[in-house]
């Protein structure tokens, strides 16, 4: 069992709690590192998709899991990215790498205005609300005509950096990896930070954070204005990903995909988007293998993929919550103190309704 | 709005009646099970999907005759509704709102991928209850339509009867005011709480059956299960005859939108439901209260 | 003059008054108890200190200048912080990350220097983490530092409230109802506290009570009110010995 003696306040502050921690991480990223001598492009374009996720997955975390805003068309906001990075590439012949933050600013900017408009609503209300906004702009998009590429689509030009295109698999994937981990700072300094702490105090008592001076709709707005521009930054990199863009890659059921996909990661936490991207990402190729094992004609089914995904979806909300890192920290916990540990440790405290009406 | 005469304008207004009693049957059962719980039901819509299938099952495949299988399929839904509960929702009590979202939404993917696989991803649409078209001085309407006008009607007049005046109807409305009050007056609150979800699963059923005439029924049908819910906020979520109104008002305003604005076609909904918002934030009937300090 | 005021209160919801032509005032660096039936309006008071509620009529003074142009998260910035009468902490984060969000209205947003950590970012956390650091050894919580709060026994979020509220750095501490729930070793731990609060740090305390041996304890002056109303003003002893009060209560208050 390691215990962590803190020495100083900074250990809570900076980055890494102390050389061990440092060491796994910055261990992790050496991995990612040497990826592309290890595999080969289709695993390279696999993992490239899953840092894209991931970071999109911040973005919504940022939303929903710290200011505790839900919204059911996140992906409305990576598609915004997507097609403003391309269009402005394209048609007005925008440099890649200024192209980027411009497209993730406007994603950005919508965000900030829906979450204006959505400033007094919560839970259901929220849902349905961003839900709309997202089968608006699929639909805008839809019915964009030559500027959008309409339900016809639009091609995306490849990844150029001064003069130089990038297409090769380990190319992109250097491009992706860079930019989540990017991201990844970005999160967790908001987090240790006086934007995020208000975020999470918004999220756990409106009424008490404005007692201690929040400005409920000021943050919840800025939350909403990170939460689309990381969405449009992935968008971005999604769309060099998919090489087509067209409304339908970015419907409703994608929506609803990436607000599962914390879920299943673990809401409330950075390490939760990233468990939920690769989780996602990694299904499909789990199921697969054992589709071997079933009866030809089940196997078959083009259900049996998304029948996989709610089935584990239903068994994590009814015994974990806490998502994939909850369930980690849990075993984590076992092992460090074993043989000592108990259920108890972690028993859901159990609340009668307690009614939020007053009637 | 040009190009239109007054048959025309009339057709597109009992279209859009129509469309809206569905919605509002949709959303009946949403707010029963928001009213009694405060849990939101992201599967209602895929009851809706399943009474259909059901319905096409006994109807067209089993070849049952109509009013049987009609009433076998709401039958069978009621059950669904009562097991959902009784197993997995139950479970759920005192958990944060925000798991049972996910838990009817995942639920949903669930059955729409079991529905799928059993009957198909492809569309069909149901036998008609009454064949045939009524003509109302040169408007030309199918009786489909007009039935699930009268049903929504007659069926929101009988469950405003039912909690008036029937003695399940006071507890569950007992219920909706304070669980644990109703359970120390000795009220069965589980068997209720079951009940009200089978009642709620039994209206997404009606609707189903009642559109599968009018529209073709597919595993995506449930999608339009959110629109009874832009119906419901526009009404003020937790007031059925609010989500009744509110259901209606956007059922008939749509036709109308999508011939004005062709771009905007098929998001009609929503839009009106940004304009109430924009408005009155809590909806048009609002129960929906500050929380207390 | 006083330096908190309360001059002619009144609230109504709907028909029923909540508060009625309610007045009263604060001496700096005492302790002021509020007392009452349940249903007397003593929170509905607090909560229109804290402008959560806009007076029907009425004034709220704190040093001589109005409270009723200040939003409810500006009030922060006038000096008053509170607790809750159920605790409303912040549940899914640890005890420091609750009082840091107390630190909140001592900083201004600026987003570049948070999301790139640069700029002083650190000296700036630091500081806060002093602070912190200054009330924890200040409520005796050194060993919840890291704890998740909705893990924690209830005297302790009781306790982590006031520290919270403490870490703003407030000038007013309203208390709503701090012994609620207590057990009576608690509750006399936090009368220790509260003479600490209004002697070492210098903060004038308001606190909504039940217990009366608290109440008798560490009020300088104690108001009792009833249906919104005032009923009486004093010490502890006279208010308790007032015909009005005991009626208020017993609720003989009809003949």
New interface residues.
């Given amino acids: 069992m390691r215990i962590t003696f803190r020495k100083s306040y900074e250990q809570d502050i900076r980055l890494f709690r102390d050389g061990a921690q440092a060491a796994w991480y910055l261990g992790f990223l050496a991995v990612a590192l040497l990826m592309p001598l290890l595999v080969d492009g289709y695993y390279l374009d696999e993992l490239s998709f899953v840092y894209i996720y991931a970071i999109a997955g911040l973005g919504l975390m940022i939303l929903t899991g710290f200011s505790g805003q839900v919204s059911f068309g996140h992906a409305a906001f990576v598609a915004i990215g997507a097609y403003a990075h391309t269009i402005m590439m394209t048609r007005y012949g925008v440099p890649w790498l200024l192209s980027v933050p411009l497209a993730a600013l406007i994603s950005g900017i919508a965000g900030l205005a829906l979450g204006r408009i959505c400033s007094k609503m919560h839970g259901l209300y929220l849902a349905i609300a961003t839900l709309a906004f997202a089968l608006i702009i699929e639909r805008l998009i839809g019915s964009g005509g030559d500027f959008t590429g309409g339900h016809g689509g639009m091609p995306v030009p490849e990844i150029t950096i001064f003069g130089v295109e990038l297409f090769e698999s380990w190319q992109k994937y250097f491009v992706n990896l860079g930019v989540f981990v990017g991201v990844l700072l970005l999160v967790r300094n908001l987090t240790r930070s006086r934007s995020g702490r208000a975020m999470i105090a918004i999220r756990d008592s409106e009424v008490s954070a404005r007692g201690l001076g929040v400005d409920i709709a000021f943050f919840k707005a800025y939350a909403f204005f990170l939460s689309a521009a990381l969405a449009g930054l992935a968008g971005t990199l999604l769309a060099h990903a998919f090489f087509f863009l067209s409304p339908e890659s970015f419907g409703m059921g994608e929506s609803i995909r990436l607000l599962l996909m914390i879920v299943v990661g673990g809401l409330g936490t950075i390490h939760g988007a990233v468990f939920g991207a690769f989780f996602i990402m990694l299904l499909p190729t789990v199921l697969s293998w054992i589709k071997v094992l079933l009866p030809a004609g089940v196997a078959a089914s083009s259900g049996l993929d998304s029948l996989a995904f709610g089935l584990i979806l239903v068994v994590f909300m009814l015994f974990e919550p806490d998502g994939l890192y909850g369930r980690w920290l849990k075993i984590h916990h076992y092992f460090n103190i074993f043989p000592m540990y108990k259920r108890r440790s972690f028993q859901r405290q159990k609340t009668f309704l307690k009614t939020e009406r007053l009637r | 709005m040009t190009g239109l005469n007054f048959a025309d304008v009339m057709q597109l207004a009992i279209i859009g009646l129509a469309q809206g009693s569905l919605y509002s049957l949709i959303a009946i059962g949403l707010v029963l099970i928001y009213k009694a719980t405060e849990q939101i039901n992201f599967a209602q819509s895929e009851f809706m999907m399943l009474g259909a299938f059901f319905g096409f099952q006994f109807i067209v495949l089993w070849g049952m005759p109509f009013w049987l299988g009609f009433l076998l399929a709401i039958a069978v839904l009621g059950g669904i509704g009562y097991t959902y509960d009784a197993l997995v929702i139950r479970r759920m009590t005192g958990q944060p709102v925000f798991v049972v979202f996910i838990l009817t939404l995942a639920t949903g993917i669930v059955l729409r991928a079991l529905a799928g696989m059993f009957w198909g991803f492809d569309s069909f649409s149901l036998p008609s209850m009454m064949p045939g078209t009524i003509d109302l001085t040169g408007v030309i309407i199918g009786w489909d339509h007009v039935i699930a006008i009268l049903a929504a009607a007659l069926l929101s007049l009988a469950l405003f009867l039912f909690f008036r005046f029937s003695r399940v109807g006071i507890a569950m409305q007992a219920l909706s005011l304070n669980q644990l009050a109703a359970f120390y007056m000795g009220m069965p609150v589980k068997r209720l709480t079951s009940s009200i979800w089978a009642l709620a699963a039994m209206f997404g059923a009606l609707a189903g059956l009642l559109l599968g005439p009018i529209a073709l029924v597919s595993t995506q049908i449930g999608f339009i299960g959110f629109k009874a819910f832009a119906g419901a906020i526009v009404g003020g979520f937790g007031s059925i005859p609010g989500a009744v109104l509110g259901c209606l008002l956007i059922g008939f305003a749509e036709p109308f939108f999508d011939t004005a604005f062709p771009t905007l076609k098929g998001v009609g909904a929503y839009v009106i439901m940004f304009a109430v918002l924009l408005v009155r934030p809590q909806g048009l009937l609002s129960q929906m209260h500050q929380k207390k300090v | 003059m006083s330096w908190l005021e309360v001059e002619n209160l009144t609230l109504t919801f709907g028909g029923l008054k909540a508060v009625d032509n309610l007045s009263f005032s604060v001496e700096p660096d005492t302790v002021y108890t509020i007392i009452g039936p349940n249903g007397a309006g003593k929170?509905t008071v607090f909560?229109l200190i804290?402008r959560?509620y806009d007076p029907v009529a009425g004034d709220v003074r704190l040093g001589g200048e109005s409270l009723l142009s200040a939003?409810?998260?500006?009030?922060?910035?006038r000096g008053i912080?509170?607790t809750?009468?159920?605790i409303?902490?912040?549940?899914?984060?640890t005890m420091?990350?609750n009082l840091?969000?107390?630190?909140?209205?001592r900083?201004g947003?600026k987003?570049l220097r948070?999301?790139?950590?640069a700029g002083g970012?650190?000296e700036q956390?630091?500081a806060h983490?002093?602070k912190a650091?200054e009330v924890i050894e200040f409520l005796d919580l050194q060993a919840h530092r890291h704890a998740r709060v909705?893990d924690l026994p209830y005297g302790i979020r009781k306790k982590i409230e006031i520290a919270?509220a403490l870490v703003?750095g407030p000038e007013l501490l309203l208390l709503d109802e701090p012994s609620s729930g207590l057990t009576t070793e608690e509750t006399a731990d936090i009368a220790f506290w509260i003479e600490d609060i209004k002697a070492d740090l210098g903060i004038t305390v308001v606190m909504i009570e039940h217990d009366m041996k608290l109440v008798n304890k560490v009020s300088d002056k104690v108001l009792a009110i009833a249906e919104g109303r005032f009923l009486a003003e004093g010490t502890a002893a006279e208010v308790q010995d007032n015909q009005d009060v005991q009626h208020a209560y017993l609720g003989t208050g009809h003949d």
């Avoid at chain 3, 409303?88 to 984060?93: K, T």
Wanted: charged residues 30%; proline residues 4%; contains cysteine.
């Fill in positions: 929170s909560n804290c959560i939003k409810p998260h500006q009030i922060v910035r912080a509170r809750f009468q159920n409303e902490l912040f549940e899914h984060a420091l990350e840091l969000i107390g630190r909140h209205s900083d947003f987003p948070e999301l790139f950590f970012q650190l956390e630091l983490r002093r650091e909705s919270r703003a």
